[in-house]
Each structure stands twice: as structure tokens, then as C-alpha cells.
């Protein structure tokens, strides 16, 4: 969870935490000259990124390349209504990465878009977290060719039926099928998923959410 604290104002600070949760990495860039009281709230690492034009920008980009490239992170949320970000989950979705946007109504659609996600920010102060709009799909959706694959990974990976992690899963897909989920309506793993309750099993949301296919979802499939 990575926010832009010269954009987003520390009011949001609930709202956003409540939807980090168990996030490993929640970091907070801005100008520590400036009284914008983030270096004050409680479960952010506040990144002091200097007063140059644009330098928390700048930073919260490099951190959020590293986290990808190095770390191996395979979900970033960057909470910002700059369109400036445009580009840098544009480069992250590109690297296999679900890139959640969060930011207020003023949010341009270049940012919105370049998301895998994008989740709009309610009242500030809210602890809240923000909805997302579910997929219509039909209830018994027929496995399709990405099913099967989808399916096959799981089994590959899991142990003693207890399925594979969902973040371990988009990694793998985009390694050996090149599967990019934000080309699908869905955008991402978990929408996809839960959009097909018979075919799988989805544990609740958190880092280490696993998924588990349903045999007889496939039962009338190869």
C-alpha cells in the first residue's frame, strides 16, 4: 500500500488502512516541512521524499518498481487522484502485477483505467472499506479454456487439497500462459474467481487467500 501524501489527505488515513489490512509493505510519502499530520498517523511508514517538484511522486514510482521487480510483489495499491501515476501502473500491469488504484472523484480516467481495480475513496475519516461493483455472471458458469488451465495450475500446486494462493496463482498464470486477467472484464483474479462459485473455492480476502477448484464444477469437462 503505497499513498501519495502530498495528494491524499491524512483524513483518508482510516479508510485507506482498512483496506490495506494485513498489507506488509504501508508507506506514506510526502514533505515532512509540510503539516499534512501523515507522519503523525499510526500504521504508516512515513517516507520523508524531500522538497523537489514532484519528489514524493517520483519516489512512491521507484519504491513501487522495486517492490515489483525485486521483492516480487504481485499486488500494489496506490492510493493517489494524480494522474501522473497513469504510467506507472500502466508499466506494473505490463510486469504481471494487480494494481489497485485508490483516490477521490477527481481521480482522472487515464489513472482509473490504467488500474487493474480502481477503488474510490468515500467520506474522509471513514473506516469504511470501499465496495466494488460485482461482475454479473451466470450462476453455473461452463468452464472455458482459461478454466482449465486455471484448473490444472491449481492442481500442479496444491498440497493435501488445500489449494494454491490467488497472488501465487496470477504469477503463475502470467509466467507459463501469459495470462494478463486485466484483459478480461473481470480485471482481476479474486473478480474472476468469485464470479464463477462453481467452479471454485475462494477463501476471504487477505495476502494469503487461497483457491481451490471444485471437481464437479469440471465434472462434464476433459
Same mark, same amino acid.
Given at each position: 500500500?503505497?499513498?501519495?501524501?502530498?495528494?491524499?489527505?491524512?483524513?483518508?488515513?482510516?479508510?485507506?488502512?482498512?483496506?490495506?489490512?494485513?498489507?506488509?509493505?504501508?508507506?506514506?510519502?510526502?514533505?515532512?516541512?509540510?503539516?499534512?499530520?501523515?507522519?503523525?498517523?499510526?500504521?504508516?511508514?512515513?517516507?520523508?521524499?524531500?522538497?523537489?517538484?514532484?519528489?514524493?511522486?517520483?519516489?512512491?514510482?521507484?519504491?513501487?518498481?522495486?517492490?515489483?521487480?525485486?521483492?516480487?510483489?504481485?499486488?500494489?495499491?496506490?492510493?493517489?487522484?494524480?494522474?501522473?501515476?497513469?504510467?506507472?501502473?500502466?508499466?506494473?500491469?505490463?510486469?504481471?502485477?494487480?494494481?489497485?488504484?485508490?483516490?477521490?472523484?477527481?481521480?482522472?480516467?487515464?489513472?482509473?483505467?490504467?488500474?487493474?481495480?480502481?477503488?474510490?475513496?468515500?467520506?474522509?475519516?471513514?473506516?469504511?472499506?470501499?465496495?466494488?461493483?460485482?461482475?454479473?455472471?451466470?450462476? *453455473? #458458469? +461452463?468452464?472455458?479454456?482459461? =478454466?482449465? &488451465?486455471? /484448473?490444472?495450475?491449481?492442481?500442479?500446486?496444491?498440497? %493435501?487439497?488445500? $489449494?494454491?494462493?490467488?497472488?501465487?496463482?496470477?504469477?503463475?498464470?502470467?509466467?507459463?500462459?501469459?495470462?494478463?486477467?486485466?484483459?478480461?472484464?473481470?480485471?482481476?483474479?479474486?473478480?474472476?474467481? *468469485? #464470479? +464463477?462459485?462453481?467452479?471454485? =473455492?475462494? &477463501?476471504? /480476502?487477505?495476502?494469503?487467500?487461497?483457491?481451490?477448484? %471444485?471437481?464437479? $464444477?469440471?465434472?462434464?469437462?476433459?
Amino acid at each position: 500500500m503505497l499513498v501519495d501524501g502530498d495528494n491524499v489527505s491524512a483524513d483518508y488515513a482510516a479508510c485507506i488502512r482498512a483496506y490495506a489490512g494485513a498489507a506488509r509493505v504501508v508507506r506514506v510519502y510526502g514533505n515532512a516541512a509540510h503539516n499534512t499530520r501523515w507522519h503523525t498517523v499510526e500504521g504508516y511508514r512515513f517516507i520523508h521524499a524531500g522538497t523537489g517538484k514532484n519528489a514524493s511522486d517520483m519516489l512512491l514510482g521507484i519504491d513501487a518498481m522495486e517492490l515489483a521487480l525485486r521483492e516480487g510483489f504481485e499486488r500494489i495499491v496506490i492510493a493517489s487522484s494524480d494522474g501522473d501515476f497513469t504510467h506507472l501502473a500502466t508499466r506494473l500491469r505490463e510486469l504481471g502485477v494487480t494494481v489497485i488504484g485508490m483516490g477521490e472523484e477527481k481521480a482522472p480516467e487515464s489513472f482509473r483505467a490504467a488500474c487493474c481495480q480502481f477503488q474510490r475513496m468515500g467520506a474522509p475519516a471513514s473506516s469504511q472499506t470501499p465496495k466494488t461493483v460485482p461482475v454479473a455472471r451466470p450462476a *453455473a #458458469a +461452463r468452464p472455458s479454456a482459461l =478454466d482449465h &488451465d486455471i /484448473r490444472d495450475m491449481i492442481k500442479l500446486h496444491s498440497v %493435501k487439497g488445500q $489449494g494454491m494462493k490467488v497472488a501465487a496463482l496470477s504469477s503463475q498464470m502470467f509466467k507459463i500462459h501469459d495470462t494478463r486477467i486485466s484483459s478480461h472484464p473481470e480485471k482481476t483474479w479474486r473478480s474472476y474467481l *468469485a #464470479a +464463477r462459485g462453481n467452479l471454485y =473455492d475462494l &477463501d476471504a /480476502r487477505g495476502p494469503d487467500a487461497m483457491v481451490r477448484f %471444485k471437481p464437479g $464444477g469440471f465434472a462434464a469437462s476433459p
